[in-house]
């Protein structure tokens, strides 16, 4: 168990440029997570997989954002003409679901920087 | 939709003593789960401890224990011999018993641990 790894661990980008945010899961778990954290604030909830079908978006999602996992293993969440108030902490987390609630694990989140 | 609030932004103990961090939360369900989650410098969100809403029994996980108030919607988190390794900032969450692991947080508490 490696734990959940996401890349970059920072990101710096100009207004309006695009970036991508990988989120590889604890091997074996078939549910991914993405949350947003602003400074200051809980992680908010924007998506989730169950494998490769992404099951639930939240409307803080808004249409310049994108996340896949293709073949239900890593995950890419993409975010299009960046603006500066997408700057936040975006965390991945991971879980094994078996029909009954199990605990999240969290990654150390990619820091979004849009100047 | 459910809220959780946390109304203590900071909070210090002296190493070797006990705090308690508070967490209220609002909804309609009957069936759910809280958690306390840590998120230390290091930016990674670790599971503290959960509760079952149908459990009337208070969790506890070593020094960490809860006193869950469900009439009250009322979930605190008390570090007994609290510890340097503590200080971080603490989040309260809620989730729904609806089949995935989507959390509500709070806005955090950052605990200082004075030596």
């Known amino acids: 168990d490696t734990g959940v790894s996401q890349d970059p661990r920072h990101k710096i980008t100009k207004r309006g440029q695009n970036v991508t945010f990988r989120c590889d899961p604890i091997?074996?778990?078939?549910?991914l997570y993405w949350y947003r954290q602003t400074l200051g604030q809980g992680p908010e909830f924007l998506t989730y997989?169950?494998?490769?079908?992404?099951?639930?978006k939240s409307r803080l999602l808004s249409d310049r954002f994108s996340a896949e996992r293709p073949k239900g293993s890593f995950s890419t969440l993409e975010i299009q003409r960046t603006e500066q108030g997408d700057s936040a902490m975006y965390l991945c987390?991971?879980?094994?679901?078996?029909?009954?609630?199990?605990?999240?694990?969290f990654g150390n989140g990619t820091r979004l920087t849009v100047t | 939709a459910q809220t959780v609030t946390q109304s203590q932004p900071e909070m210090s103990v002296q190493e070797a003593e006990t705090v308690t961090l508070s967490c209220t939360y609002d909804t309609s369900e009957s069936d759910y789960y809280l958690f306390w989650y840590k998120q230390p410098p290091s930016r990674q969100m670790i599971l503290v401890i959960r509760q079952e809403a149908y459990k009337q029994q208070n969790a506890t996980e070593n020094r960490f224990s809860v006193n869950f108030q469900k009439a009250a919607k009322s979930f605190s988190l008390k570090i007994s011999d609290s510890q340097l390794g503590d200080a971080a900032m603490y989040f309260c969450a809620y989730s729904s018993n609806f089949g995935n692991e989507k959390l509500t947080f709070g806005t955090g508490t950052r605990l200082t641990i004075i030596p």
């Open positions: 091997s074996e778990h078939n549910r």
């Open positions: 997989f169950q494998n490769e079908a992404q099951l639930e």
């Open positions: 987390a991971s879980s094994l679901w078996q029909g009954t609630m199990t605990p999240l694990h």
